[in-house]
Antibody, heavy 124, light 108 residues
Framework: QVQLLQSAAEVKKPGDSVKVSCKAS????????ISWVRQAPGQGLEWIGWNSPYNEATDYAQKFQGRVTMTTDKSTNTAYMELRRLRSDDTAIFFC?????????????????WGQGTVVLVSS | SYVVTQPPSVSLAPGETATITCAGNNIGTKSVHWYQQKPGQAPVLVIYYDNDRPSGIPERFSGSNSGNTATLFISRVEAGDEADYYCQVWHSTGDHRVFGGGTKLTVL
């Protein structure tokens, strides 16, 4: 079946970087993009950005520009989200979601498939 | 950046109809999706393109979208519907994918 499997929890120190992976299965990887969503403890969902395995295009939320890089590896059907210069308020659960947009973000299509989430704890 | 606003919480008794709103400037011109998230779980899509239901979602879930408000309706609410609900839209400038702040539904 279609699923996204994310990497295990991470513990980082302030100033570190973290790279979360999201392995897709059950569908053609390049037919869909991947969006990343963050959820801080007790808070709501926050869109971080989008990446296309098809053309490697990216689109990042303004808040994260300069600090985030999203990539994909078509040989392993895996998407990656790297967040740099971590702060304590980056402590959150990070979700990947299958995004129907695979060329650019010009339409609003729903996220029908989500990964299970990866906990990132930033603490000194 | 486009902002969508949800009430923080909605409480009601079993069997009643829940109404969860998502307010935004001319949101009626956009497609709205709704997600349900239970504690410790990933979000689940319950309504997409304003009022379509994914397979497996009960008919009790429906939606509407007009003017400056989109609405998620859950009829005959059950204890199992207790969750956080988020609306999500697309915007042409700034951040393209925008979530509302979420509404916690409590079934008394």
């Amino acid at each position: 079946q279609v699923q996204l499997l994310q990497s295990a929890a991470e513990v980082k120190k302030p100033g570190d970087s973290v790279k979360v992976s999201c392995k897709a299965s059950g569908y053609k990887f390049s037919d869909y993009g991947i969006s990343w969503v963050r959820q801080a403890p007790g808070q709501g969902l926050e869109w971080i950005g989008w990446n296309s395995p098809y053309n490697e295009a990216t689109d990042y939320a303004q808040k994260f520009q300069g600090r985030v890089t999203m990539t994909t590896d078509k040989s392993t059907n895996t998407a990656y989200m790297e967040l740099r210069r971590l702060r304590s308020d980056d402590t959150a659960i990070f979700f990947c979601a299958r995004d129907p947009a695979n060329v650019d973000l010009t339409a609003n299509d729903p996220f029908k498939i989500w990964g299970q989430g990866t906990v990132v704890l930033v603490s000194s | 950046s486009y902002v969508v606003t949800q009430p923080p919480s909605v409480s009601l008794a079993p069997g009643e109809t829940a109404t969860i709103t998502c307010a935004g400037n001319n949101i009626g011109t956009k497609s709205v999706h709704w997600y349900q998230q239970k504690p410790g779980q990933a979000p689940v899509l319950v309504i997409y393109y304003d009022n379509d239901r994914p397979s497996g979602i009960p008919e009790r879930f429906s939606g509407s979208n007009s003017g400056n408000t989109a609405t998620l309706f859950i009829s005959r609410v059950e204890a199992g519907d207790e969750a956080d609900y988020y609306c999500q839209v697309w915007h042409s400038t700034g951040d393209h994918r925008v979530f509302g702040g979420g509404t916690k539904l409590t079934v008394l």
